[in-house]
């Protein structure tokens, strides 16, 4: 468990903790990442969130839940302010995305951010930059040599300030040599690198992901 401290902040918010969610928190879950805009219809929230609820019950791997990472920041009255749900980004199984030969690596090296919410009067207290660190560290230890998200287009400013890239879509080199660009209408894709091992470079103007399926 991670307590939240003014020096993670920068600010006098204190006593928050971060902790691995668990099955009995899936209703909270779905409340909190229901507060971000998934740009999908409000009726249409729950059926998107279900596969969530199933992983919870998920105890293996090297993850909070299998290969799925989801976590929850507390107040000091114990009562939960935000989350961060993470684990294998959906475009990894849709053979028109991605190939399925690359399937076994790419779902162990590359991990993407789902949701990651703050309830409106605990924001701006350095909590969701908390969160997404716990998470980086988390997947670091685990192995995993990138970690992405998809964010609204007014949000690039503070992924960067994380030391994320944000661009227009998400871009990397395969171990074949082929080139994997992913775009998503309304978004914008920011990713981070946290292994030695894979790199950043610019293919084709873009910026772009080289070496994340070695090791």
Not at 20 to 25: E, K, L, M
Not at 161 to 187: A, F, H, Q, V
């Amino acid at each position: 468990m991670h307590t939240l401290t003014s020096t993670d902040t920068g600010s006098t918010c204190t006593g928050i903790r971060i902790r691995p969610a668990t099955p009995a928190d899936g209703d909270t879950l779905v409340e909190l990442i229901s507060l971000v805009d998934l740009h999908l219809r409000a009726e249409d929230v729950p059926a998107a969130l279900m596969p969530m609820r199933h992983a919870l019950l998920d105890g293996s791997g090297p993850l909070s839940h299998g290969r799925n990472h989801f976590l929850i920041a507390e107040n000091s009255d114990g009562d939960p302010v935000g989350a961060i749900t993470s684990g294998p980004a959906n475009w990894i199984f849709d053979p028109t995305r991605a190939p399925r030969v690359m399937r076994h690596k790419l779902v162990r090296r590359i991990a993407t951010v789902h949701g990651l919410a703050v309830r409106p009067e605990y924001r701006h207290q350095g909590i969701a930059r908390v969160l997404l660190r716990q998470a980086e560290e988390n997947f670091r230890t685990a192995g995993y040599a990138v970690l992405a998200l998809r964010h609204a287009r007014d949000l690039g400013g503070f992924y960067q300030g994380l030391g994320y890239t944000s661009s227009n879509r998400l871009s990397l080199t395969l171990p074949t040599g082929e080139l994997l660009s992913l775009t998503d209408r309304g978004w914008k894709h920011a990713f981070k690198i946290l292994s030695p091992s894979a790199s950043l470079t610019t293919i084709q103007g873009l910026p772009t992901i080289t070496d994340a399926l070695s090791g």
